[in-house]
């Protein structure tokens, strides 16, 4: 069975600390990940996706990396704002079907 | 683009009556879309994909005959719990996507709570 799993499950820190929440996928053999941003009541916001063939991408503050040998990819975010508290949740699509896996997310708490 | 709606946001209904929450892909056409329930605090869980024109195929553990799913056109699938109980209150999402290798695009959810 693929399992995603992301770690911490909670975090809070301080505002404009840079962070990193990590995810980890029990069979390398992914088509791609996803990392989603999902505030309380509401839906997904897709924020960066990783083709199996690349190692990271880039956008704005966010740096999402991946390294399929290992099994893990990581969020970066940079010098956090309290507007970017929210529960991130990482999805790996592991064929061109793309039926997603979810982790478990981690709910980020920036404290002003 | 890429913007899927779903209506209702929200929803309250008595124990034993049916609801039906439309997901909507509102500037493309949508030939697969997907179900997914959520828990308080818990991640998403596929329920089930349609394919427009087929029947869906449901994830295990999932009951077709409670969780009716119709994808009758390219943009409109809908989802209809029967005979709901308390324990059907969760968080419902659909997602879209226009081609088998393309991305999923999420719906905003409805909040359906049975009392």
């Known amino acids: 069975k693929q399992e995603v799993t992301q770690i911490p499950a909670a975090l809070s820190v301080p505002e404009g600390e840079n962070l990193v929440l990590n995810c980890s996928f029990t069979?390398?053999?992914?088509?791609?990940l996803q990392w989603f941003r999902q505030d309380p009541g509401k839906g997904l916001t897709s924020l960066l996706l990783i083709q199996s063939s690349q190692r990271e991408q880039t956008s704005g503050r966010l740096n999402a990396s991946l390294d399929k040998s290992s099994g893990r990819s990581t969020l970066y975010i940079a010098a956090s704002q309290p507007g970017d508290s929210a529960t991130y949740l990482c999805?790996?699509?592991?064929?061109?079907?793309?039926?997603?896996?979810f982790g478990g997310g981690t709910r980020l708490m920036v404290k002003p | 683009g890429a913007v899927v709606s779903q209506h209702p946001s929200w929803v309250i209904c008595k124990s034993g009556t049916s609801v039906k929450i439309e997901c909507r892909s509102l500037d493309f056409q949508a030939t697969t879309m997907f179900w997914y329930r959520q828990f308080p605090k818990q991640s998403l869980m596929l329920m089930a994909t349609s394919n427009e024109g087929s029947k869906a195929t449901y994830e295990q553990g999932v009951e077709k005959d409670k969780f009716l799913i119709n994808h009758a056109s390219l943009t409109l699938s809908t989802l209809t719990v029967t005979s709901a109980h308390p324990e059907d209150s969760s968080f419902y999402i659909c997602s879209a996507r226009y081609r088998v290798d393309y991305e999923q695009y999420f719906g905003p959810g409805t909040r359906l709570t049975v009392t």
């Open positions: 069979d390398s053999a992914i088509y791609n």
């Open positions: 999805a790996v699509n592991y064929n061109a079907g793309n039926m997603l896996t």
